[in-house]
């Protein structure tokens, strides 16, 4: 149950702003932000090793970043018949949007271009598009802003608050207020940097990026926690 912060500027010509934290199966291998797939070798991500695609995806060229984060939806079908998820971000830089009917289990993928973004989510029965409006918005496994998922409705307020910085390490506000809302435990629904197994999943909070999407380009910073669902000095770089 991935989490990302965006900001959307009221103006376009200033860049959008984002914070993806990724949950996963420590046991999934993964390989960190990089050039991994040579057929789009514009494309630079976090790659899934088992799957072969992405969790986020970024092309400077084009100004286009995607992230995924899973939602319900889908359950019931095999595996036989479902695809990985991991193509979409790969394909959305591409400038392709997901199908009105998905061949996978349920998803929202957020999509960035310079001074915009929107989700695009399936639940396994409807595929929805949700333009994010200007200012400070939050996303996880259900949707934007949702008053009913508990680490939105705690945190979304203090992310507003906490504005970007001037420079390189924008983010840094926003790494105050993930490190606020480590003090609640790993387990604590409000949770961002979570262990979600005490719900029945075997993810847990594993690497962060920070990314500015803008007229100039795409900018992505990569860290990965000191353990699992563990929150500690993390150098984005």
């Known amino acids: 149950m991935c989490t990302a912060i965006i900001h959307v500027p009221a103006h376009e010509h200033e860049p959008v702003r984002l914070l993806a934290i990724r949950d ?3 046991q999934r291998p993964w390989n ?11 494309v630079t991500g976090v790659q899934d090793v088992r799957s072969g695609g992405a969790w986020l995806a970024a092309d400077s060229a084009a100004r286009r ?4 984060l899973n939602r319900a939806g889908g359950e019931d079908l095999p595996e036989t018949a479902v695809v990985s998820r991991g193509a979409l971000p790969l394909e959305s830089v591409r400038g392709h949007a997901p199908a ?13 271009s310079s001074g915009a973004a929107r989700v ?17 918005h939050m996303i996880s496994h259900d949707n934007v802003d949702d008053p009913d998922t508990a680490r ?9 608050a906490a504005a970007p910085a001037d420079g390189d390490e ?4 926003w790494l105050g207020v993930l490190a606020r809302s480590a003090e609640l435990g790993p387990v604590d ?7 979600n197994r005490p719900q029945g999943f075997p993810t847990l909070s594993l690497l962060l990026c920070a990314a500015t999407v803008g007229p100039d380009g795409v900018d992505v910073r990569y860290g990965e926690l000191p353990a699992p669902a563990t929150w500690g000095p993390v150098e984005l770089r």
């Open 24 to 26: 996963e199966d420590p």
């Open 32 to 42: 960190p932000l990089g050039r991994w797939w040579p057929a789009h070798p514009s």
């Open 65 to 68: 970043l995607a992230v995924l």
């Open 100 to 112: 009105e009917r998905p061949r996978t289990r349920g998803f929202n993928l957020l999509e960035v």
């Open 120 to 136: 695009v989510s399936w639940d396994g029965e409807r595929r929805t598009v949700t333009p994010i409006g200007a200012g400070t």
């Open 152 to 160: 939105i409705s705690h945190w979304l307020e203090p992310f507003r």
């Open 170 to 173: 924008w983010y840094e506000p």
């Open 189 to 195: 629904d409000r949770a961002i940097i979570r262990d």
